[in-house]
């Protein structure tokens, strides 16, 4: 299996699957693919996974494609972003904010984790519940608009705006924090409270606020 990530506004992802093989892909993410490709809808994992799926903010099934021969498939988010590759099995578990799982291959799983602290599950920008990635294969992240990758060292900390924050190393840890002040609270246009993570470990961030990206999948204005 070959992939390609290509595009800037809005990439797309793109599989050259040899005969047998296949991947997973997130509901309605199809751009199109060729006739040697079939594809179904499928519950990774079985009925077993199917609250936790529900609750992770996935849709119940994925999009499974399996080659009947060598063939392309294209995929992409519904939404202007980057595209990020994640080696599960080389590093490690990844946590993602609801709604970023775009594609994978390999043996993943998708599980629901729930946020450390109290506050972040409140008032973190990615709720009670997030999405536990794991497994042995690649995994592919829709990014909202452009990317800014930090590589964090042990003890070291970023602050992150509500919203913005789209992915993390599961060995990062995750918590909130208020942005102080009251001018700055009623006045900022910051929100009252930042996403405050500290590594080791890998951290994504998106340019485009998740509220934004949830209104641009729905064709809002």
């Known amino acids: 299996m070959k992939y390609q990530i290509e595009g800037v506004i809005n990439q797309t992802l793109s599989f050259e699957l040899d005969q047998g093989e296949s991947c997973w892909a997130s509901k309605g993410s199809i751009v199109s693919y060729d006739d040697t490709i079939d594809w179904t809808l499928k519950i990774p994992g079985g009925m077993g996974k199917t609250v936790s799926r529900m609750l992770s903010g996935e849709s119940l099934t994925l999009t499974h494609c399996t080659a009947k021969s060598a063939g392309r498939i294209n995929f992409a988010s519904r ?43 409140f008032f973190g920008g990615g709720g009670l519940l997030l999405q536990h990635l794991k497994g042995n294969g690649l995994a592919f992240l829709s990014v909202a608009g452009d990317l800014v990758e930090y590589d964090l060292k042990p003890g070291e900390s970023i602050l992150v705006s509500t919203g913005n924050l789209a992915a993390f190393q599961a060995t990062v840890d995750y918590s909130v924090t208020s942005v102080g002040g009251c001018l700055k609270m009623i006045f900022g246009g910051e929100g009252v409270f930042m996403t405050k993570l500290t590594g080791p470990g890998k951290v994504f961030v998106q340019s485009l606020k998740r509220v934004l990206q949830a209104k641009a999948a729905r064709g809002e204005s």
Not at 100 to 113: H, N, P
């Open 79 to 121: 939404s202007p972003g980057k595209v990020v590759v994640w080696n599960l099995g080389q590093a490690g578990d990844l946590v993602a904010l609801r709604g970023g799982f775009l594609a994978a291959v390999g043996e993943i799983d998708i599980s629901v984790t729930m946020a450390r602290r109290a506050g972040a599950m």
